[in-house]
């Protein structure tokens, strides 16, 4: 009898520490959640606390912000590019290294960049360019690309073009006359098509397009706009998320350095260089597999500002 009120009181405890336990990781993770909460609370009133220290000058008094700006220049692009593209009844498709295939690793593109300020602190801005690329070869390993495999030796030609939108805010923290903080999010639209087709008994390759999907990327980063001296103003930004998004997942890292030359009040030159790194696995309709696109190279531009 005191042997069974000894097991009975025993189990007692057990459940009573098991609860007890519970309860505590409970309170930990409210209390994480309260903290992250507090946290964030905290930085916005450290924004709002900061505004008018921060607020800085007007555009109009800043060396190194303006009210519209439109940058039109040539991208001497790098480019590396891994795609595949995955079968929707069997196992993964081949990872494909574009450039060992015969494309080109580099491309001068056009690019357009247009931005507006609002009030002191709030940019609007929107960019576009595109890389158009084609090749033929002939294979010297097997390649499973969708639902077809195509086998060594075989004669094929592909394309693979790429149209780049992006919509971004910049929220320009602090501004003084020579230098602008800021920090960017916006979402950058990737139109992506891409095509493989192979020789048929000694006919022209037909290529059919196997990917036409446009791909959303999200962009978060850090802006800085400095005066040198001399009509010269330092331009920068860094940025990297990562992201999912219903049938994309992956990271995108970029950076952008150059330096402009306020020749006239309303014109002037600028060079730089960029670089930007996508990685991202798609299980959309229209795209089902992985690209990885690297874009680096030098920038020269006019820019017109007022």
């Given at each position: 009898?005191?042997?069974?009120?000894?097991?009975?009181?025993q189990?007692?405890r057990?459940?009573?520490?098991?609860e007890?336990?519970e309860?505590?990781?409970?309170?930990?993770?409210?209390?994480?959640?309260?903290?992250?909460?507090?946290?964030?609370?905290?930085?916005?009133?450290?924004?709002?606390?900061?505004?008018?220290?921060?607020?800085?000058?007007?555009?109009?008094?800043?060396?190194?912000?303006?009210?519209?700006?439109?940058?039109?220049?040539?991208?001497?692009t790098?480019?590396?590019?891994e795609?595949?593209?995955d079968?929707?009844?069997e196992?993964l498709?081949t990872?494909?290294k574009?450039?060992?295939l015969?494309?080109?690793?580099?491309?001068t593109?056009?690019?357009?960049?247009?931005?507006?300020i609002?009030?002191?602190?709030?940019?609007?801005?929107?960019?576009?360019?595109?890389t158009?690329r084609?090749?033929?070869?002939?294979?010297?390993?097997?390649?499973?690309?969708?639902d077809?495999?195509?086998?060594i030796?075989?004669?094929i030609?592909?394309?693979?073009?790429?149209?780049?939108?992006?919509?971004?805010?910049?929220?320009?923290?602090?501004?003084s006359?020579?230098?602008?903080?800021?920090?960017?999010?916006?979402?950058?639209?990737?139109n992506?098509?891409?095509g493989?087709?192979?020789?048929?008994?000694?006919?022209?390759?037909?290529i059919?397009?196997?990917?036409?999907?446009?791909?959303?990327?999200?962009?978060?980063?850090?802006s800085?706009?400095?005066y040198l001296?001399?009509?010269?103003?330092?331009t920068g930004?860094?940025?990297?998320?990562?992201?999912?998004?219903?049938?994309?997942?992956?990271?995108?890292a970029?950076?952008?350095?150059?330096?402009?030359h306020?020749?006239?009040e309303?014109?002037?030159?600028?060079?730089?260089?960029?670089?930007?790194?996508?990685?991202?696995?798609?299980?959309a309709?229209?795209?089902l597999?992985?690209f990885?696109?690297?874009?680096d190279?030098?920038?020269?531009?006019?820019?017109?500002?007022?």
């Amino acid at each position: 009898m005191s042997k069974n009120n000894g097991t009975t009181r025993q189990r007692r405890r057990s459940v009573q520490s098991a609860e007890e336990e519970e309860m505590m990781n409970n309170n930990h993770g409210w209390k994480q959640s309260n903290a992250t909460r507090v946290a964030v609370a905290f930085v916005a009133l450290f924004l709002v606390a900061t505004s008018s220290v921060l607020a800085g000058v007007s555009v109009d008094e800043s060396r190194v912000l303006d009210r519209w700006r439109l940058r039109i220049g040539g991208y001497l692009t790098g480019l590396d590019t891994e795609l595949r593209l995955d079968s929707t009844i069997e196992d993964l498709g081949t990872t494909i290294k574009l450039e060992d295939l015969g494309f080109s690793s580099s491309e001068t593109v056009p690019r357009l960049n247009l931005a507006f300020i609002i009030g002191k602190r709030h940019q609007i801005s929107a960019g576009w360019y595109k890389t158009d690329r084609d090749s033929s070869t002939t294979l010297t390993e097997e390649i499973e690309w969708g639902d077809e495999t195509f086998p060594i030796n075989a004669d094929i030609g592909g394309f693979y073009n790429t149209e780049f939108f992006d919509l971004a805010y910049t929220y320009w923290f602090y501004s003084s006359e020579r230098t602008a903080l800021g920090i960017t999010g916006g979402l950058v639209m990737t139109n992506l098509s891409a095509g493989l087709g192979v020789r048929a008994l000694g006919l022209e390759i037909e290529i059919s397009e196997d990917i036409s999907s446009d791909v959303p990327v999200p962009q978060l980063g850090f802006s800085v706009n400095h005066y040198l001296g001399r009509r010269f103003v330092l331009t920068g930004t860094l940025g990297y998320i990562a992201f999912g998004l219903d049938d994309w997942e992956g990271d995108v890292a970029g950076a952008f350095v150059g330096v402009e030359h306020r020749t006239w009040e309303n014109f002037g030159f600028g060079a730089g260089y960029g670089y930007t790194a996508y990685d991202v696995d798609a299980t959309a309709a229209d795209f089902l597999g992985k690209f990885k696109y690297t874009i680096d190279g030098f920038e020269i531009y006019m820019r017109a500002a007022w």
